[in-house]
């Protein structure tokens, strides 16, 4: 289904409710009623074409509109990119931390391999948290400045130099550690978990780390095919200009 402007959003969140964290970066939460997506984006304030196209790129792997998202500013990108790491690091690896927690305390024969779950999904998370940083910090920042500069028309002697000897080409490959790491937290405990007293518990650890692992392919999905691009063609037209 391809979403658009006229919808219900009652209707789309129906039909994909993994949506809801999506539209609660944007500010938006349930209670939404009769109002179409439309009508809500007014509401709030919010760019239309931005938000239908986020939402579509969550809902369908192979939708992207490239073109069109490089038509937005940067720091809207930008804005809705550091929500969803406040949303990964506030609320979601903490939700899944506590699940492994609760394991080791209500099943004693198993604390063993259970601790050693809870450590690699510790080391995990601290690889995950130091990525976040590093786009935080150092990326982010970066593309802000390449935005102001654009717009002013002018670029620092600073800016230029890191566009050589940093172009934002360097931090493609590493989502893929990140990705690998979750695909090997899954299969440690579905192919070598002992049988668990608690199977309920250890599916719903299951299915937590299943709508991490798809949250953050979309979520790196706009970071390798929007933000990247965008920033390049912005290092280019600065190079350019100078
Ligand atoms: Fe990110
Ligand atoms: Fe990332």
Redesign the pocket.
């Given at each position: 289904m391809l979403i658009d402007q006229k919808m219900k959003m009652a209707d789309v969140v129906l039909h994909d409710p993994t949506l809801v964290p999506v539209i609660n970066r944007f500010g938006i939460h349930l209670g939404f009623g009769d109002q179409t997506i439309e009508e809500i984006c007014k509401t709030h304030g919010l760019h239309v074409q931005f938000f239908v196209i986020t939402l579509n790129a969550f809902h369908d792997k192979l939708y992207f509109p490239t073109e069109q998202l490089q038509s937005f500013k940067a720091s809207l990108l930008i804005d809705y990119l550091q929500k969803a790491h406040r949303y990964f690091l506030e609320d979601k690896t903490p939700e899944i931390a506590d699940l492994i927690e609760r394991t080791l305390r209500e099943d004693d024969v198993n604390k063993t391999t259970y601790g050693l779950i809870k450590k690699f999904f510790n080391e995990y998370r601290e690889e995950f948290a130091k990525?976040i940083e590093r786009?935080d910090q150092i990326i982010f920042p970066y593309v802000l400045k390449l935005e102001k500069a654009l717009e002013a028309g002018t670029a620092e002697e600073q800016l230029l130099h890191k566009i050589q000897t940093h172009p934002i080409v360097e931090y493609e490959a590493e989502?893929e550690d990140v990705e690998a790491k979750i695909f090997d937290l899954k299969n440690i405990i579905i192919r070598y978990l002992p049988t668990p007293n608690n199977d309920a518990l250890w599916y719903q650890i299951l299915r937590e780390i299943f709508t991490l692992e798809k949250e953050l392919a979309e979520?790196?999905r706009i970071?390798d095919l929007i933000l990247i691009p965008k920033v390049e063609a912005m290092e280019k037209a600065i190079k350019g200009g100078n």
């Open positions: 990525h786009e989502h979520h790196a970071e």
